[in-house]
T-cell receptor, first 115, second 114 residues
Framework: GAGVSQTPSNKVTEKGKYVELRCDPI?????LYWYRQSLGQGPEFLIY????????DSGLPNDRFFAVRPEGSVSTLKIQRTERGDSAVYLC?????????????FGPGTRLTVL | KQEVTQIPAALSVPEGENLVLNCSFT??????LQWFRQDPGKGLTSLLL?????REQTSGRLNASLDKSSGRSTLYIAASQPGDSATYLC?????????????FGKGTTLSVSS
């Protein structure tokens, strides 16, 4: 089947605006992760979902960031009052059960630019 | 706090050379280590995953080794090709429990010239 998909591929917004980034995981994968990758850096963890619930949101930088996964499949990362420092590539990954043996499969990412 | 370092940050080699990419981590209490490839503007492709109880994994021209006690892993690429040009990322899974987020290094950008 298809891999992890993310939309949009690119998003340009103005400082202070609200944005939503979408992730479609691999069908049947219960675990879903969001990471953020700034230029020249490795990806950094934001939040992990097991099914519909956020099992670990310790990586969210502040309360402007929020994510949901209401039906246990598609997830949306929401950023309020965007700041220029939020500019980065936002990567989504999914794995079968979220276990330590499970490989994480990554999507192509959404490149967010805040002007 | 677990930190992952990759050396060198960039590497340029002529086609056909064998090469080694290095990854080190500060806390040996990892569950597994993965090597990824990232092409410009693309997501991450998993290359090799080594469980903490394993010493190495091989896939085609790639061989990854793990020395958990010394906090080191190497990715060996044999007979490099221009198509190998990409950024290679090393990531560790720091806790033996479900849902563990990966901790990444900054990557090594490889350029193989023909």
């Amino acid at each position: 089947g298809a891999g992890v998909s993310q939309t949009p591929s690119n998003k340009v917004t103005e400082k202070g605006k609200y944005v939503e980034l979408r992730c479609d995981p691999i069908s049947g994968h219960t675990a879903l992760y969001w990471y953020r990758q700034s230029l020249g850096q490795g990806p950094e963890f934001l939040i992990y979902f097991q099914g519909t619930g956020a099992a670990d949101d310790s990586g969210l930088p502040n309360d402007r960031f929020f994510a949901v996964r209401p039906e246990g499949s598609v997830s949306t990362l929401k950023i309020q009052r965007t700041e220029r420092g939020d500019s980065a590539v936002y990567l989504c990954a999914s794995s079968l059960r979220g276990g330590p043996f499970d490989e994480q499969f990554f999507g192509p990412g959404t490149r967010l630019t805040v002007l | 706090k677990q930190e992952v370092t990759q050396i060198p940050a960039a590497l340029s080699v002529p086609e056909g050379e064998n090469l080694v990419l290095n990854c080190s981590f500060t806390d040996s209490a990892i569950y597994n280590l993965q090597w990824f490839r990232q092409d410009p503007g693309k997501g991450l492709t998993s290359l090799l995953l080594i469980q903490s109880s394993q010493r190495e994994q091989t896939s085609g021209r790639l061989n990854a080794s793990l020395d958990k006690s010394s906090g080191r892993s190497t990715l060996y690429i044999a007979a490099s090709q221009p198509g190998d040009s990409a950024t290679y990322l090393c990531a560790v899974s720091p806790r033996p429990q479900a849902g563990t987020a990966l901790i990444f290094g900054k990557g090594t950008t490889l350029s193989v010239s023909s």
